[in-house]
């Protein structure tokens, strides 16, 4: 995990510390790559925590070279980073509305069986393991509109 992670942190066992604090969790492609054993595949990651959290990520993603978009502590849900080799490296922040809010938001934003892969700071979780990398299955767990299975069917 932690050779995955240094394409994105200098020390990842300080992020995932800042992770375990924050209550933070990676979701969707990068968790589901890490099961897949599969690398290379995605270019960012999702990273779900808790409202009340994001100053205090954000300041440890700034100092580790990371850039938002917006300045409203609202908008920064977003960056952008240059890794050692000068590729793009970005970072998705979905926040949660409540104390529980990580893994709740998690869960909410789901499209499919195949999005419920969680790496906390010290496990990796897979919700449907036999159907997502057995049988190479996924199921929808909520309605979508065309944009969306258009996208899903193109694998983003």
Known sequence: ???????????PREFRS????????IVDDFARYLFARQEG???????YLNR??????????????YSFRGNEVESCTSCTG??????????LINLGKSLAGSLARAFECANTTASFCIISW??????????????????????VDDRQLEAAKRGE
Not at 1 to 11: C, G, H, I, T, W
Not at 18 to 25: D, H, R, S, Y
Request: glycine share 6%.
């Open 18 to 25: 800042i992770q375990a604090a924050c209550g933070a969790l």
């Open 41 to 47: 595949c995605y270019q960012y990651f999702e990273l």
């Open 52 to 65: 009340q959290e994001l100053l205090r990520v954000r300041d440890y993603l700034i100092e580790e070279g």
């Open 1 to 11: 995990m932690n050779r995955l992670l240094k394409r994105y942190f200098r020390d």
């Open 82 to 91: 240059i890794d050692e080799d000068g590729q793009r490296r970005g970072i």
């Open 122 to 143: 010290e496990k990796a979780y897979c919700i449907f393991p036999s159907t997502t990398f057995l049988t190479h299955e996924a199921f929808l767990v909520r309605d």
